[in-house]
């Protein structure tokens, strides 16, 4: 004796399954969807300035230690840079990766 009540799973011919989205509730995300995109676009503005403000801060540090520590001040302000750099091109080598997938 077949089921009475067919699998949730299995679209039937009164409710749409999930290979056919109803056009009215594409429509009414839009604005939701261009509100994220805006929202995505300020905080990768805001990131950016926050990188520069960082190669900026470095660039103050390194010029203190250069004018009271002489030699010294080329390795340590070295060590900053170089590490300033990498945690920028990591990050944004993982961000690269996780937008291709």
Do not use: C, I
Request: hydrophobic share 45%.
């Amino acid at each position: 004796m077949p089921d009475a009540d067919p699998t949730p799973d299995r679209p039937t011919p009164n409710r749409p399954g999930p290979e056919s989205p109803d056009p009215d509730s594409r429509d009414s995300r839009r604005p939701l969807l261009e509100s994220v995109y805006r929202r995505v676009q300020a905080l990768t503005v805001a990131v950016v300035l926050m990188a520069l403000a960082l190669f900026l801060v470095v660039a103050v540090v390194f010029g203190f230690l250069v004018e009271f520590h002489g030699g010294e001040a080329a390795l340590v302000g070295g060590t900053a840079v170089g590490t300033a750099l990498l945690g920028f091109f990591f990050g944004l080598g993982v961000g690269w990766v996780v937008r291709r997938k």
